[in-house]
C-alpha cells in the first residue's frame, strides 16, 4: 500500500533556529513529490514539486530535497511567518494522467519571537 | 482572479440531512478534486475530475457524489448526512496533472 509519513506532528522553534521536516514515503513508483503551507482556517498552499532523487529547489527561507525514500523541508533562520501546517504529498506512477495525491498527515511548525 | 471559491464556508447538518458543497474555479483547469480533512488524518481524497464530464471515485467516497457539467464548477453532493461526515472539506484545481494543485478556502461541516 502507497503511504506517506512525515515527521515530527509538531515542531516549536526559536526564531533563527534552523530546522528540518521529514516527509518519507513508500509507493509502488514516484511520479512527482509535492510540498504545501497551510496557515490555520485556509487551504494548502502549492510551495515545490520535486521528480528525481537529488533535486532540490528553493523558495526565501525553505529549501526542499528528495532523496530514494524521504524528502526533507529545510528551514533556514526561520521567522515567525513561517508558523504553519507543512504538508507533503506523492503523486505515484500510474496516476499521473489524473494528478491524484497521497498526502501526509502534516508537521505543524511553531516559531517563538 | 478569484481562484478557486467553496461555498459555503461553514455548515451545520443534522443527522440524514442532504446537502450540496459548491466548488467554482475561473482558472480554466480541467482537474478538480474533493478532498476531506480530518485531525491528524491528512487529506483523503473523495472525489476527482479530469474535465467536464469525466468524474471518478477517490480513496473515500462513500456517501457522497459528484458532477461536472462544465470546467468550472464541480459541486460535492452529500447524501443522508452522518456524524463521521463532519470534517473540513476543501476543493482543489490543477491546470496539468503534474501541476501543484490551487485550493480553495474549505467547506467546516458539522453534522450533529
Known amino acids: 500500500e502507497d503511504q506517506v509519513t512525515q515527521s515530527p506532528e509538531a515542531l516549536r522553534l526559536q526564531e533563527g533556529e534552523s530546522s528540518s521536516l521529514n516527509c518519507s514515503y513508500t509507493v509502488s513508483g514516484l511520479r512527482g513529490l509535492f510540498w504545501y503551507r497551510q496557515d490555520p482556517g485556509k487551504g494548502p498552499e502549492f510551495l515545490f514539486t520535486?521528480?528525481?532523487a537529488g533535486e532540490e529547489k528553493e523558495k526565501e527561507r525553505l529549501k526542499a530535497t528528495l532523496t530514494k525514500k524521504e524528502s526533507f523541508l529545510h528551514i533556514t533562520a526561520p521567522k515567525p511567518e513561517d508558523s504553519a501546517t507543512y504538508l507533503c504529498?506523492?503523486?505515484?506512477?500510474?496516476?499521473?494522467?489524473?494528478?491524484?495525491?497521497?498526502f501526509g498527515q502534516g508537521t505543524t511548525l511553531q516559531v517563538k519571537p | 482572479n478569484a481562484g478557486v471559491t467553496q461555498t459555503p464556508k461553514f455548515r451545520i447538518l443534522k443527522i440524514g440531512q442532504s446537502m450540496t458543497l459548491q466548488c467554482t474555479q475561473d482558472?480554466?483547469?480541467?482537474?478538480m478534486y474533493w478532498y476531506r480533512q480530518d485531525p491528524g488524518m491528512g487529506l483523503k481524497l473523495i472525489y476527482y475530475s479530469v474535465g467536464a464530464g469525466i468524474t471518478d471515485k477517490g480513496e473515500v467516497p462513500n456517501g457522497y457524489n459528484v458532477s461536472r457539467s462544465t470546467t468550472e464548477d464541480f459541486p460535492l453532493r452529500l447524501e443522508l448526512a452522518a456524524p463521521s461526515q463532519t470534517s473540513v472539506y476543501f476543493c482543489?484545481?490543477?491546470?496539468?496533472?503534474?501541476?501543484?494543485?490551487?485550493f480553495g478556502s474549505g467547506t467546516r461541516l458539522t453534522v450533529v
Open positions: 482543489a484545481s490543477t491546470r496539468t496533472a503534474n501541476y501543484g494543485y490551487t
Open positions: 504529498a506523492v503523486q505515484v506512477q500510474g496516476s499521473s494522467n489524473t494528478g491524484k495525491l497521497i
Open positions: 520535486l521528480y528525481s
Open positions: 482558472m480554466n483547469h480541467n482537474y
